[in-house]
């Protein structure tokens, strides 16, 4: 009778969702956090308003659960938003601001001088990333710089700092736990991912003086233990945590070298699976931890698509040509092509691999014999194309062909979409129940670390797979492809 609580901390919200051990979600309760831009660029998050909602959410949870017997055990699993960093006075247990989140841009000049200074290379090196406000680094020596008395306090050992992970961490143990993980370590901008170790020469780089930072354990480690304000008479362990786009990798089961995800969302998320060796991303990718279970470090590819899904609500609700994105699979399929037309879908730019910020949207190649049908099956198809753009890549930097491509999120149900992905790739593609992969990579990362599983085996035996799509790959979709990639050229010329 042991139960597992999976906290996915997002950006918008904290998700608390209940599982049991054979990895099904019994529950789930969702508090919504309060965004703040005080200045153009600057976003943030109030930790301490994080930190009651997750407690709020599992209160929910448990008092939803009213039918789970009495004499359940329960363990709590983290996932969350990545980058997001916090610093807060160690004796106070008050942050110093509010969480700079994963989006603000405060520490651009600062990267841009870094990057002046002939950095990149050697950041890019210990890092596996590439010098970005994104990452967690350029948010916190900005802080350092320009909060009164913050680098005075911070030289004296009063100050510690954490991706969101470890706030939650410390504040549920009273302190007692100042813990990250591998992946969201490997997001800082300040680990190395070679040596598994925070890096003297980018703590240097950066000033943030070694003792704010947290000790790194791997993400099947146990982490502590709580009461959860009270809500619980006895304490319970807190068990398997890593970064959300980490934590799909693994609710994907993506355990193998050359196995891959693709969260087909508002944009998409493609992170592959590349072994137990740091390898050099291929230009425009980053290379962080993976994930690391059974004293082993896998490591990742990743990059990031902006407009997928985002670029099927336009057509449904801007242009108004369907009533919803679900409608348009049916009228996409009563033409056999696109007749040549191409969508390039880039409404905020084009992010992996292209990295052209300031590309416009466009559509290539219609004539008076356009249809409907025409522009919305070369909508559908233009999702297919960005993934084979990125997958391609980080096919060249693994060496070889990925073997195959597990799939999530809503567009998932489109089969048309997911046949073409599958005979544009050359690959499979695997769609499975999961509907919060993080979510569920936590859950296992928990199993793992309370030896519910041993292996990887065991828990991939739980895996449920809808359908594995198989490939059709004909001469005609190379042709096809080629004519994307000459369409996204006319528009980044």
């Known amino acids: 009778m042991n139960k597992i609580i999976a906290i996915d901390q997002s950006t918008s919200s904290t998700k608390a969702m209940l599982f049991d051990e054979q990895c099904r979600m019994l529950a789930r309760c969702n508090v919504d956090h309060k965004q703040y831009y005080p200045q153009a660029g600057w976003v943030e998050h109030d930790a301490e308003e ?34 997001t960093v916090v610093v807060w006075n160690k004796m ?21 001088q870094l990057r002046k200074n002939g950095c990149t290379e050697m950041v890019l090196e210990k890092s596996g990333l590439l010098i970005d406000p994104n990452f967690s680094a350029s948010g916190v020596k900005w802080l ?17 700092m954490g991706t969101i992970d470890t706030w939650l961490i410390w504040k549920l143990t009273g302190g007692k736990s100042f813990y990250t993980d591998t992946t969201n370590a490997s997001r ?11 890096d003297d020469d980018l703590l240097n780089l950066f000033q943030i003086p070694r003792t704010m930072l947290p000790q790194v354990l791997p993400c099947d480690a146990i982490y502590g233990e709580t009461t959860v304000e009270g809500l619980f008479d ?4 807190i068990a398997g945590v890593l970064g959300d786009s980490h934590g799909a990798l693994v609710g994907q089961m993506c355990f193998t070298q050359g196995s891959g995800k693709v969260t087909y969302g508002t944009g998409s998320s493609v992170m592959v699976n590349i072994g ?48 919803s994105p679900v409608e348009m699979e049916a009228e996409a399929t009563t033409v056999s092509s696109t007749n040549g037309v191409y969508i390039v879908p880039a409404f905020a730019g084009l992010g992996a691999p292209w990295w ?10 219609m004539t008076f014999s356009t249809t409907r049908a025409h522009f919305l099956r070369a909508a559908l198809e233009s999702i297919a194309y960005q993934i084979k753009d990125l997958i391609d890549v980080m096919a060249t930097g693994t060496g070889g062909k990925l073997k195959e491509i597990c799939a999530d999120g809503g567009p998932t149900k489109n089969q048309f979409l997911m046949q073409f992905q599958a005979d544009l790739l050359d690959s499979p593609v695997v769609c499975t129940e999961v509907e919060d992969a993080s979510a569920l990579g936590a859950v296992i990362m928990n199993g793992f670390a309370r030896k519910v599983w041993t292996s990887f085996d065991d828990v991939v035996q739980l895996r449920k797979v809808t359908q594995v799509i198989q490939p ?13 990639r000459k369409a996204v050229n006319q528009l980044i010329q």
């Not at 909060?147 to 510690?160: C, F, I, P, W």
């Not at 990718?285 to 082993?296: E, M, R, W, Y």
């Open 234 to 237: 006895t304490p319970i362990p």
């Open 92 to 112: 106070t247990g008050k942050p110093v601001s509010n969480a700079i989140v994963w989006q603000d841009t405060r520490g651009k000049d600062i990267c841009q």
């Open 50 to 83: 994080i930190y009651a909602n997750m407690v709020e959410a599992i209160r929910k949870l448990i008092d939803h659960s009213s039918d789970i017997p009495t004499n359940v055990q329960y363990s709590l699993a983290i996932t969350n938003q990545r980058e």
């Open 472 to 484: 059709h790959h004909t001469e005609e979709m190379d042709n096809l492809y080629q004519g994307w």
């Open 144 to 160: 350092l710089d320009h909060h009164k008395d913050v680098r005075e306090q911070a030289d004296r050992g009063e100050l510690l």
């Open 276 to 323: 137990e060796k740091p390898l050099a991303a291929p230009e425009g990718l980053v290379t962080s931890v993976g994930f690391s279970a059974f004293n082993k470090h896998f490591y990742g590819f990743e990059g990031n698509i902006y407009s997928t899904g985002a670029t099927l609500k336009w057509i449904a609700d801007q242009l108004k040509l369907v009533g």
């Open 356 to 365: 052209k910020p300031n590309a416009k949207a466009g559509v290539v190649g």
């Open 188 to 198: 800082t901008m300040l680990f190395n991912i070679h040596t598994m170790d925070w």
